[in-house]
């Protein structure tokens, strides 16, 4: 709850008028533990599957945390339905969601919050506009994230314990092997150094019970056709072909993983050579055969390529940590919590711009505490940080986190502002409000600045007090003129590996 009462003589106007509030008031959310149930879910261009969790946030201070996570209910794994126009079958995925919710024991209307997860070909316009019809009568509750390659990376860094893993200092390579492509992600301190993606995955070619390929995918057929082999949907591929293809795919992820792939196989620019991880963890649907979870042959080349890694790397004597939840190394769902901030500015103008929901937020590396700021250097990292989070395209408003620090001066205001308008060009084009959320004191000033200097005519939303990660949405509500607040919850993403720290111990050694 950020508390909103006039300063220096302003007043709230409820239409189209400038509103300055300094906070001084309590959260409207007493409760010192709040308990929510949460449903994440994920659906990709292979599998998709529900995990039901409960979650239990205690106050610290005038924010809450996660303190607990429990896992209620994890659903049965789906191969991705497909109609015979390539998009996916909406309807099987809905008696899929109703028979797997029935078996939960819980019913949508139990469900306080959670994250519908896309990647792959749901994020395709058509199909992600039908699956969110089937969650449409829960759509205040979710959050949904439509990701590309670079964000999967992410996502399934975190959700694998690669990142968690990284915080003690160790390098972890995170690889998580899908159906259609291999997300690779080098983590340290916490932190996502680099990652990449590359054309491999277990479902570029797929057969029935006879061999005959009844999938076949554009780097499938490119791989088959590199090694002499003629490959067309019905002809038989039999197990020494998926041998030799599977083998050449193991291959390839071992080049990306060392910095030498060719572009021609990549999504993503390459990773650095010359590093070596401390410790690797797979993910991803493959990983289950590399952990040795899973044994069944579902006619692709999964079982294949997790042999080929592993014996490629038996010579390296890489350290393999255990994964926290494999090909459910997705999103537990989103937390939510309400924010004080006591003795805070907040800046909105207009009014009407609020409410907003569901609002991503970047965190962008922006070196703050110099006598004089780069305007050139926070450009780059604000649009570094929107593309890491394929956020650059202009479609939805972005939040920006801020991490302040030194004088208040007018030059360095000027220059933090116009740095961060530059980089946010895309999303500000569109005419998408510029919203700032500042960790220090200065949300109020930097809003006035803008405004002031007349540096942009969008729309501006400014609150200092809170401390936002990469994976954090937003909502603002409207301003409660009777008492002078505006409620803000921060929803943030939670993943199985942080249900459970990754210790250092090995699982394997290959």
């Not at 692709?300 to 390529?305: A, H, I, M, Q, V």
């Not at 790397?313 to 190394?329: F, Q």
Request: aromatic share 6%; charged share 20%; proline share 4%.
């Amino acid at each position: 709850m950020i508390a909103a009462m006039p300063d220096h003589g302003d007043t709230a106007s409820p239409k189209g008028g400038r509103i300055f509030f300094s906070g001084a008031s309590r959260s409207l959310v007493e409760e010192d533990v709040i308990c929510l149930t949460s449903v994440g879910v994920d659906i990709g261009s292979s599998t998709a599957h529900l995990l039901f969790s409960r979650i239990t946030l205690e106050r610290l201070d005038t924010r809450y945390v996660v303190s607990d996570r429990e896992v209620l209910y994890q659903s049965d794994i789906l191969l991705t339905p497909y109609l015979d126009s390539g998009d996916i079958d909406t309807n099987a995925l809905r008696v899929f969601f109703d028979t797997e919710y029935s078996k939960s024991g819980l019913s949508p209307d139990q469900v306080d919050t959670g994250a519908l997860i896309l990647t792959g070909v749901a994020v395709r316009r058509r199909n992600a506009r039908a699956i969110g019809a089937l969650f449409a009568d829960e759509a205040g509750k979710f959050v949904a994230v439509s990701a590309g390659d670079s964000l999967e990376a992410l996502m399934s860094a975190h959700g694998s314990g690669a990142v968690a893993a990284s915080k003690d200092g160790r390098l972890i390579l995170n690889v998580d092997i899908g159906g259609g492509t291999t997300k690779i992600a080098l983590c340290q301190a916490g932190e996502i150094l680099h990652a990449t993606a590359v054309e491999a995955g277990a479902r570029l070619i797929v057969t029935d019970k006879e061999n005959r390929v009844i999938r076949l995918e554009e780097f499938g057929e490119k791989t088959a056709q590199s090694l002499g082999m003629s490959i067309a949907i019905g002809k038989v591929f039999d197990d020494q072909d998926k041998d030799s293809v599977a083998a050449r795919l193991s291959l390839r992820i071992i080049a990306a993983i060392n910095g030498e792939l060719d572009e021609d196989w990549l999504r993503l620019p390459g990773l650095p050579q010359g590093y070596t991880p401390d410790a690797l963890i797979f993910s991803g649907g493959v990983s289950e055969y590399i952990y040795g979870n899973v044994t069944t042959d579902f006619g692709d080349l999964g079982p294949r390529l997790a042999l080929h890694l592993k014996s490629a790397l038996e010579t390296t004597k890489t350290t393999i940590l255990p994964h926290s939840d494999g090909i459910r190394a997705t999103v537990l769902g989103a937390s939510q919590y309400s924010v004080q901030l006591s003795g805070s500015t907040v800046f909105f103008d207009p009014a009407e711009t609020l409410p907003l929901t569901n609002i991503a937020t970047i965190c962008p590396k922006l070196s703050l505490d110099a006598a004089v700021l780069d305007v050139e250097s926070i450009t780059r990292e604000v649009q570094l940080a929107l593309r890491q989070q394929e956020l650059d395209s202009g479609e939805s408003p972005v939040a920006i986190a801020i991490k302040w620090a030194g004088s208040a001066t007018y030059h360095r205001l000027d220059a933090l502002a116009n740095g961060v308008i530059a980089g946010l060009g895309t999303v500000l084009l569109a005419g998408h409000p510029l919203i700032m959320v500042v960790e220090g004191d200065i949300g109020g000033l930097l809003g006035i600045h803008c405004r002031e200097n007349e540096l942009l005519p969008n729309p501006i939303i400014s609150i200092d007090g809170i401390s936002l990660g990469a994976l954090d949405f937003i909502d603002i509500g409207e301003v409660i003129l009777s008492t002078g607040a505006v409620p803000v919850v921060v929803k943030s993403l939670v993943f199985p590996a942080e249900a459970a720290a990754v210790t250092g111990q090995s699982h394997d050694k290959s």
